[in-house]
């Protein structure tokens, strides 16, 4: 199968991530397993004649967040190769554009604009919520539809609110009610909230005290940068406040350090934590394998169930995955949520393409992308909701536990509860309640 992934990069990879690109640089597009490289490179002649139809990837591999990339990126190249293999578009191969921004908001709209440059129909990203205000204005200025896998706070969909911007990725607010829903299920009287920088972050923690009222103890809130790993002496407050669960924002480095500090200190013996990447292996593996995982103490949202055997399907789909950060990265690697939301935002933007094969225009492919339906193995039909343009996942809220059965390393989940589409999701008048009493302006998306 040929495989169809471009190597147009303007910086090289953390050291992190050095280990990853091939060994052949120059490689080109049409190469049978090419690796994403590192070096900036030109598309073959058949790519500049337009035999295949270019997606761009919004990525990072040069900032300091860069070590999970390859998860991401390897559910994106998971989604190209089955469609693909389905025939791509008309017999035209589906390819991926690479620009890396290093997670900052200043390089998105220049390495966007390099995407359009490049003949790309469409581009996921940006990967952060950081830049996904700037994606958002640069997506309506441009009028060119970008579908992004971040984690996606409120604000970004009412005060950047745009026809052309799409968010797969998890979202803040319904990560808040499905928290403060087993919350109060579980009977707990009082929280402590650590999170980064981020506006989801922030996101996760208010709408998550906004659901349970103000009856709720609020002990108090630390936000760090999304590179810190020193957590003591927050640890140590938490510990004297004696909260019922910590309202964990942290994810990959955050949450190792959290978890790993938390232990030192007996903060899993007096309290529970509820986030999301509950069971993702980017959150879990090390943890895992040092014996450092407290069990049955973290609750969250997964998007990816990957340990369940009796979805049909779901084995192969995980063994593929694994084998894709082998093949294009020299690396183990196990399932990660985020490797799934660049799936199915690769997945909605091919899938949209096949809708409107005959105009691959920015504005036909805002339009498809705006009314695009397809299912997964662990949901079905996803789809961007008009007045917002978020995407309706399936949730599984889950409590992190060992397997027993000695097939996964990493936790795997306890299922709770199974949210499906917008579910849990707010409503279009809670958003229009939320902006209004904030003094934002919502923009209805399914009026324009």
């Given amino acids: 199968m ?9 910086a090289a990879l953390t050291a992190s991530l050095a280990g990853c690109a091939s060994s052949d640089a120059g490689s080109t597009a049409s190469s ?42 390897a559910g994106a190249i998971l989604a190209l190769e089955e469609e693909n293999e389905a025939g791509g578009l008309n017999g035209k191969q589906f390819e991926l554009v690479y620009r890396d921004t290093a997670s900052d908001s200043a390089n998105v709209a220049q390495k966007a604009t390099e995407l359009v440059n490049e ?61 403060a829903k087993y919350a109060a299920d579980q009977g707990y009287n009082s929280a402590f909230f650590i999170g980064n920088d981020g506006g989801a972050s922030g996101d996760s923690r208010d709408f998550f005290y906004y659901e349970l009222g103000d009856d709720f103890q609020n002990l108090g809130s630390n936000q760090v ?26 994810a990959g480095p955050n949450f190792v350090s959290l978890v790993n500090q938390g232990q030192q200190f007996g903060l899993w013996d007096i309290c529970d934590y509820l986030g999301w990447y509950t069971c993702d292996s980017t959150n879990t593996q090390s943890l895992a394998e040092a014996g450092n995982y ?25 063994q593929r995955y694994s ?25 909605a933007i091919c899938e949209a393409a096949k809708t409107t094969a005959d105009d691959l225009s920015p504005e036909a492919m805002t339009n498809a992308l705006s009314t695009v339906h397809f299912s997964t193995l662990y949901g079905d039909d996803l789809y961007f909701r008009d007045f917002d343009h978020t995407m309706a996942h399936a949730y599984y809220y889950v409590t992190a536990v060992e397997d ?19 579910e849990m999701l707010p409503t279009k008048e809670e958003m229009e309640e939320y902006a209004s009493a904030n003094n934002y302006t919502f923009t209805d998306l399914s009026t324009k």
């Fill in 2 to 10: 040929k495989k169809v992934i471009s190597l147009a990069l303007a």
């Fill in 32 to 73: 049978t397993a090419a690796a994403p490289s590192t070096a900036e490179s030109t598309a073959d002649s058949s790519t500049s004649s337009g035999d295949t139809i270019k997606i761009g990837v919004l990525t990072d591999r040069s900032s300091a967040a860069a070590a999970t990339v390859t998860w991401a990126e």
């Fill in 119 to 179: 003949g790309c129909i469409a581009i996921l990203g940006p990967k952060s919520d950081g830049e996904a205000p700037t994606g958002a204005t640069w997506a309506e200025e441009n009028k060119f539809p970008m579908v992004t896998p971040c984690t996606m706070n409120t604000r970004v969909t009412i005060e950047n609110a745009s026809k052309y911007m799409f968010s797969c990725g998890f979202v803040a607010w319904p990560i808040a009610k499905m928290n």
């Fill in 225 to 250: 940068s999304s590179n810190s790993t020193e957590f003591s002496t927050i640890i140590s407050s938490v510990v004297g406040k004696d909260p019922d669960v910590i309202i964990g924002a942290v």
């Fill in 294 to 318: 407290p069990y049955g103490k973290v609750h969250g949202v997964d998007l990816w169930p990957f340990w369940m055997d009796d979805i049909d399907g779901n084995a192969e789909f995980v």
């Fill in 323 to 347: 084998e894709i950060g082998k093949e294009y990265f020299d690396k183990d690697i196990l399932p990660s949520d985020m490797g799934y939301t660049w799936y199915v935002g690769i997945k």
């Fill in 404 to 422: 027993t059965t000695g097939k996964w390393s990493i936790p795997v989940g306890d299922v709770y509860a199974v949210y499906e589409g917008d």
